[in-house]
């Protein structure tokens, strides 16, 4: 097979892809000449790693698309909506040059690998940095019960964190008794939380973190806004540090 033929194989394969990716299957049928449907579908038969390049090829530059889209919304939005005490639980120096923001779910797994470098880093900045912890809950119901139960602790705010903290600890699917647990051991007083979670000023907590996130652009946990940065996904001790130096 000449390079010419190559190169006509994989543009048509390619133009077909993201004309499906974009949902207009029927033009990506007309991209394809009819006289070289069967040379083409010889040619993926004995190479078919082209398909596999070229699907790679069109979710990166996708993924490439979603990260731009959603900087550009935080570039538009702002910083300030992300640390409203009534969307965050908010904690540091109001006047910090370090920003940190992470959107979470308790039952997310990435959010759980997460974890360790997000608190290292919270103990090593609460003093120089500002942090907006922001519920987010996608997972279903247990989610929503251990996003509400977060929430009404924030009326005991001293014990927020280690609260936090251990929920997002857990390994198994947070559930009604676990969050209690969780509550105990972490000080809080577990009949005020109870009666707390039934406050309807939740619901309005949870509406509005879901309309930022859209506005974000943001469909997944975690997502983290650093020093105005915005990065979806886990992070590990390596990412930290890149994202505090892109501004």
């Given at each position: 097979?000449?390079?010419?033929?190559?190169?006509?194989?994989v543009?048509?394969?390619?133009?077909?892809?993201?004309?499906?990716?974009?949902?207009?299957?029927?033009?990506a049928?007309?991209?394809?000449?009819?006289?070289?449907?069967a040379?083409?579908?010889?040619?993926?038969l004995?190479?078919?790693?082209?398909?596999?390049?070229?699907?790679?090829?069109?979710?990166?530059?996708?993924?490439?698309?979603?990260?731009?889209?959603?900087?550009?919304a935080?570039n538009?939005?702002?910083?300030?909506?992300?640390?409203?005490?009534?969307?965050?639980?908010?904690?540091?120096?109001?006047?910090?040059?370090?920003?940190?923001?992470?959107?979470?779910?308790?039952?997310?797994p990435?959010?759980r690998?997460?974890?360790?470098?997000?608190?290292?880093?919270?103990?090593?900045?609460?003093n120089?940095?500002?942090?907006?912890?922001?519920?987010?809950?996608?997972?279903?119901r247990?989610?929503?019960?251990?996003?509400?139960?977060?929430?009404?602790?924030?009326?005991?705010?001293d014990?927020?964190?280690?609260?936090?903290?251990?929920?997002?600890?857990?390994?198994?699917?947070?559930?009604?008794?676990?969050?209690?647990?969780?509550?105990?051991?972490?000080?809080?007083?577990?009949?005020?939380?109870?009666a707390?979670?039934?406050?309807?000023?939740?619901?309005?907590?949870?509406?509005?973190?879901?309309?930022?996130?859209?506005?974000?652009?943001?469909?997944?946990?975690?997502?983290?806004?650093?020093?105005?940065?915005i990065r979806?996904?886990?992070?590990d001790?390596?990412?930290?540090p890149?994202?505090?130096?892109?501004?």
């Open positions: 097979m000449n390079n010419e033929l190559r190169a006509g194989v543009g048509a394969i390619a133009g077909a892809l993201a004309a499906v990716v974009i949902g207009i299957g029927a033009v049928t007309g991209l394809l000449r009819p006289a070289s449907d040379r083409i579908h010889d040619y993926l004995a190479n078919p790693q082209i398909l596999v390049e070229l699907t790679n090829r069109l979710q990166s530059q996708q993924a490439e698309e979603e990260d731009s889209a959603r900087q550009k935080v538009k939005i702002g910083l300030k909506p992300y640390f409203n005490p009534r969307v965050a639980f908010v904690t540091g120096p109001a006047n910090a040059r370090t920003t940190f923001v992470e959107f979470f779910d308790y039952n997310c990435f959010c690998a997460s974890l360790p470098t997000v608190k290292a880093f919270y103990n090593a900045h609460k120089n940095a500002r942090f907006a912890f922001i519920e987010f809950p996608i997972k279903g247990e989610s929503v019960v251990a996003a509400r139960a977060a929430l009404a602790a924030r009326k005991q705010p014990k927020y964190l280690a609260f936090h903290f251990l929920l997002m600890n857990e390994e198994d699917v947070v559930n009604d008794a676990m969050v209690y647990a969780d509550a105990e051991k972490a000080g809080l007083d577990v009949n005020k939380l109870q707390d979670m039934r406050d309807p000023s939740i619901d309005s907590t949870i509406a509005a973190a879901h309309a930022l996130a859209a506005a974000t652009h943001i469909d997944g946990t975690p997502a983290f806004i650093v020093n105005g940065t979806e996904g886990a992070i001790k390596n990412d930290l890149k994202l505090e130096q892109r501004t």
